[in-house]
């Protein structure tokens, strides 16, 4: 099965970009054929589309379900599981957000409060200092990832638009007040 130059340039650039995201060149570009496809996918199909082999692609498979940003979709007349990215590009991206936030800042939070709670340290300390200025600045994330995900695509797209003229505000306020 050959795929066209224009979603070539989308899967390599998502496998590229798969270690930003939190997983690997080649679970990158799955997810990419999974989006970029209107028809949902089989194993065998995404292994001869990517010319990776079939082990690989039930490992990169089973690890975007565990992102959940795939699902299984039954077809007619079809004994093969066939795979389809689980929602649109939003939710796609707020679930990746959700998942790198489980992965990565909540266990960042509890290191810092464990720390915080035994440390032995005078508070005045700059360990201590830098310890509750990353404590409280990754709260703050936290908080606003969590309210973020309730939120719609319109909503999410008009927030980061409002996003793009608080600094312009800010310095207004700044000159003025």
């Known amino acids: 099965m050959k795929i066209s130059e224009e ?11 798969g270690g930003h995201w ?9 997810l990419a054929l999974l989006i970029f496809n209107e028809a949902p996918l089989n194993a065998d199909q995404i292994s001869e589309m990517l010319t990776i082999s079939r082990g690989n692609t039930s490992m990169g498979l089973k690890e975007l ?3 959940q940003l795939i699902s299984t979709e039954p077809v007619s007349g079809e004994r093969k599981i066939y795979y389809k990215a689980n929602g649109d590009i939003w939710q796609l991206s707020m679930q990746i957000a959700n998942q790198r936030r489980k992965r990565e800042i909540e266990p960042t939070l509890t290191m810092l409060r464990r720390q915080m709670m035994s440390s032995t340290s005078n508070p005045d300390t700059y360990i201590h200092e830098k310890m509750k200025e990353s404590l409280e600045l990754l709260e703050m994330v936290d908080q606003s990832l969590q309210q973020i995900q309730y939120l719609e695509p319109d909503q999410i797209k008009t927030l980061l638009k409002i996003g793009g003229q608080v600094g312009k505000v800010l310095k207004l306020k700044d000159k003025f007040f």
């Open 7 to 17: 979603l070539q340039t989308c899967v390599v650039h998502f496998g590229q970009m």
């Open 65 to 67: 379900q565990s992102w």
């Open 22 to 30: 939190g997983f690997n060149r080649t679970v990158g570009q799955m």
